[in-house]
């Protein structure tokens, strides 16, 4: 069994195991944004692997308990969920603190919420933009802020950002997401630069297109500003730009994710994973 160096600081991190990949027992994990989709997927990946979450995100209450419970059941940890409002800075900051408060620590953050709106830039409404970079950009500078402190008196920390291929490339008719997500990827560079001594590292995966509700809006929002049919969005426009002609799929995110949270992963930091098919290859 590897083991950390000695620091002299009685931090955890200095008593820890080793931590390969899969191995998240006693670890606690916050994960905006996942009721469904991509942070559904990731809470799943997590508590699987031992470690215990907090959800977050819109939806169904009964849905959401139901969730929330059969994963923990199925699972045997401890799953929690926070209602923040991810245009609240507060609430974002409360949903961080509460989760170390009542589960003792906090090891990885996900900031992963985000919304979407396809409209050109002369008509895209004033309301729609500030939403998409509260919600895809603020909220992750918020819930990092708060989550630093907590890490850095643990001695490790893992936050990771899921950015999207619309961090390194623009499409039109996508403004304030393209402009978020690039401002994920320099912020998630900063972080990483603050953090690299402090044995916590930061950084962002972008996927290509994946088949999750945000996606299935697009198609239909897609349709309508370029007047084509659902069928030709999907094939032409949405699977057009990943060279695979298909959607990534949640399990190759949860791969890279695994990867980045285990100490295997303690030399990526700043750094952003392209999992889309080939999409920024082009």
Known sequence: MLHWPTRGDGSD???????????????VAVISGSTSGIGLALARSVAERGGDVVLNGLGDAAEIEHTRSEIEAACGVRVRYHPADMRRSEDVADMVTSAHRDLGRLDILVNNAGVQHVEAVEDFPADKWEQIIAINLSSTFYATRAAIPIMKAQGRGRIVNIASAHGLVASPFKSAYVAAKHGVLGFTKTVA??????????????????????????????????????????KDIILGSQPTKRFVTTDELAGIFLYLVSDLGASANGASFSIDGGWTAQ
């Open 193 to 234: 630069l603050e953090l690299a001594q402090d044995n916590i590292t930061c950084n962002a995966i972008c996927p290509g297109f994946v088949e999750t509700p945000i996606v299935e809006k697009q198609i239909a929002d897609q349709a309508r500003t370029r007047g084509l049919s659902k069928e030709a969005v999907l």
């Open 13 to 27: 991190a200095a008593q820890a195991h080793f931590r390969d990949i899969g191995d998240l027992r006693g670890q």
